[in-house]
């Protein structure tokens, strides 16, 4: 009986203790845990480029489909140029609709809507639309790779090299997951590509009316809270990988993963990702540009003897949570002299983070000031008599 009583009760402990660490915040004690055993993974705070967790993020390892995040830059990027429209009608080769591996199998010597093409490429990874973007923006597939190869420069991309504009196996092309960050975040200022990059299922319809259900290849737009962009690839000498970016309040975090054992564990990995940095780190509002910076600065030569400065801009900086304020400021004020506008810049404030200027801010007046009449003076000198 007394042994039936002490199995009970260590029971009921065991039971005590899990549910206890179930409802408890997971905390990493070792960052090393946390990409499982993917070659290569990232996680960068994407307004300050401030990296959170790195593992090989400089190594050189091929990528897959992920190359095709700069095909959809130098798309993008042709249509900001004013080269192409998402209405233009391009036709199709039989070199892009041959290409096999993921594709929408588009039809050769047709009219397919650019839109349409980029569509398949954001949300398909699809090979044939791919190549049939890249031969109409630059003429070849040749010359558009060689396009990204110079831009890969322009982006200081150190560890990268591009040999087609697919990802499919080639010995020569290799890229790092730092990079690959570098690319998500020039491709997402352009709001048309997070409209398509969250559209999780849609539909090609072709020419000739028949169609192609397209899905959207990064799971975690629909899976995971924030999830709003990305581009997953693989292959058997990548393996499994993905870079993806999630944004909650003001805080955007983008994750990059190479290499992973398998499709799933890409976006465990992601995700895990994800979590560790939403759950440590946020993005504080460090300088408010709605608050004045000096309040009652003198002004001479004015009708009004004094001013409020204020910051041009506010400014969010990344802090770990439960951290005290690490920032500091130091700013600098110009002798302030009728006549101004508002918007003048007067000054400049720095703002540092244990000891590194991280900022530079003008400072502003918000009103305009007008230049002391000789009226004016004579007024004032009769009222302080």
């Known amino acids: 009986m007394k042994r039936l009583v002490i199995s009970i009760i260590c029971v009921l402990c065991i039971m005590l203790i899990s549910t206890y660490s179930s409802a408890m915040p997971l905390v990493f004690a070792d960052k090393e845990i946390l990409a499982s055993n993917a070659k290569a993974s990232l996680l960068v705070d994407f307004e300050s ?9 400089n190594a050189r390892f091929p990528i897959a489909s992920m190359v095709k995040l700069m095909t959809i830059l130098l798309t993008y990027e042709a249509i900001e140029s004013g080269n192409l429209t998402l209405d233009t009608m391009i036709t199709t080769s039989e070199n892009a609709s041959g290409m096999g591996g993921s594709q929408v199998f588009i039809d050769p010597y047709v009219e397919y809507k650019a839109e349409d093409l980029l569509k398949s490429v954001v949300m398909a990874s699809a090979n044939d639309a791919s190549v049939a973007l890249a031969e109409f923006i630059s003429g070849s597939e040749t010359a558009f790779v060689n396009a990204m190869n110079k831009k890969a420069q322009e982006l200081g991309m150190k560890n990268t090299f591009y040999a087609n504009c697919t990802g499919l196996p080639a010995p020569e092309q290799y890229s790092s997951a730092y990079d690959c960050f570098l690319v998500l975040k020039q491709l997402m200022k352009y709001d048309h590509y997070h409209t398509l990059s969250t559209i999780w299922m849609d539909k090609l319809v072709h020419p000739s009316g028949r169609e192609t259900e397209l899905v959207n290849t990064n799971k975690l737009i629909r899976y995971y809270k924030g999830c709003d962009s990305g581009k997953t690839g693989s292959t058997s000498e990548a393996g499994y990988c993905l870079t993806a970016s999630a944004k909650r309040d003001d805080f955007r975090l983008v994750a990059v993963i190479i290499g992973s054992k398998n499709g799933q564990q890409r976006f465990t990995d992601v995700s895990t990702l994800f979590n560790y940095g ?23 030569m004015s009708k009004q003897k004094v001013t409020n400065v204020y910051a041009k801009e506010s400014y969010y900086g990344l802090s770990k949570k439960g951290n005290p304020n690490e920032y500091e400021f130091k700013y600098e004020l110009q002798e302030i002299k009728a006549p101004k506008k508002a918007g003048d810049k007067v000054g400049t404030i720095l703002i540092t983070k244990q000891g590194q200027v991280v900022k530079e801010i003008d400072l502003i007046i918000n009103e305009d000031i007008q230049k002391l009449t000789y009226f004016d003076s004579v007024k004032r000198i009769a009222e302080n008599w």
Do not use: G, Q, R, W
Request: net charge negative.
């Open 49 to 57: 480029d401030t990296v959170l967790y790195e593992n090989n993020s």
């Open 278 to 300: 939403f759950a440590n780190y946020e993005n504080k509002l460090v300088l408010d540009c709605s608050k004045p910076v000096v309040e009652n600065v003198m002004v001479k």
